[in-house]
């Protein structure tokens, strides 16, 4: 469906700053407005969203220059789908839906690259590959107990977090990180909200669990309101 300026009306009087999510997108699908202010208005959902949606996947990726690669991949996919958004629409869940995609496939990809690579290094170390790969998935990570400092616990919970079952991982992320509504993240993954829910408190039990072998006696955040 064609997204149309139904609803809104261009003013002189509106400034980028004033304009909803929505505004923009639709006035940048708009072709009948100017170049000029089609380039704004997208700049300005760039903008918007550089910080929480780059954060979002580089704890969803863990990884920063592959969040990077996600996020410019994921406003591509908003500038070739634009035709897609459909007026009434939140433009948030929206978008966010198209991160996690890049940032899925863009795991797909690095795991089949990782695949290849090491069928490669198999082959030519021939019988020094066990070694290797006992190497490999040797942990090299000191006793947490030990090296834990106040700094380093925020590092702790994402690790934690990038560490879980994906589901409880994209759960977490959307409604604790991007603060996203359980009826926005159920609308951005694709399932029931009482499966988002369930996924919520199931992470935040984990989460509970591990901190409090950690940290006995430092409560962990409460569970986020049950607003939908």
């Not at 300005?44 to 220059?65: I, K, M, P, Q, T």
């Not at 863009?106 to 021939?126: E, I, K, P, V, Y």
């Not at 991007?178 to 926005?184: A, H, T």
């Amino acid at each position: 469906m064609k997204a149309t300026l139904t609803n809104f009306e261009t003013s002189t009087e509106s400034t980028i700053a004033t304009m909803t999510d929505e505004q923009l997108l639709l006035g940048y699908c708009d072709e009948s407005n100017s170049e000029h202010d089609r380039r704004e208005w997208f700049a300005e959902l760039v903008h918007r969203y550089e910080r929480d949606l780059f954060n979002y996947l580089r704890r969803y990726l863990g990884d920063a220059d592959q969040a990077d690669d996600a996020f410019q991949a994921t406003f591509l996919q908003v500038h070739l789908k634009r035709d897609q958004f459909e007026a009434g629409r939140a433009f948030r869940p929206w978008l966010y839906t198209l991160a996690t995609h890049q940032a899925i496939d863009l795991q797909r990809r690095n795991r089949r690259h990782r695949m290849l690579s090491l069928d490669r290094q198999t082959a030519a170390d021939g019988d020094n590959a066990d070694g290797k790969l006992l190497d490999l998935l040797a942990s090299s990570e000191p006793n947490p107990a030990v090296q834990f400092t106040a700094e380093e616990r925020g590092r702790w919970l994402s690790e934690t977090i990038a560490a879980m079952p994906v589901g409880f991982r994209e759960a977490i992320e959307l409604v604790y990180f991007q603060d996203l509504k359980y009826r926005e993240a159920a609308e951005v993954l694709n399932v029931p909200v009482g499966t988002v829910k369930s996924r919520v408190h199931a992470a935040v039990n984990k989460l509970t669990e591990a901190w409090n072998e950690l940290f006995p006696g430092e409560p962990l955040a409460a569970v986020k309101a049950d607003e939908t």
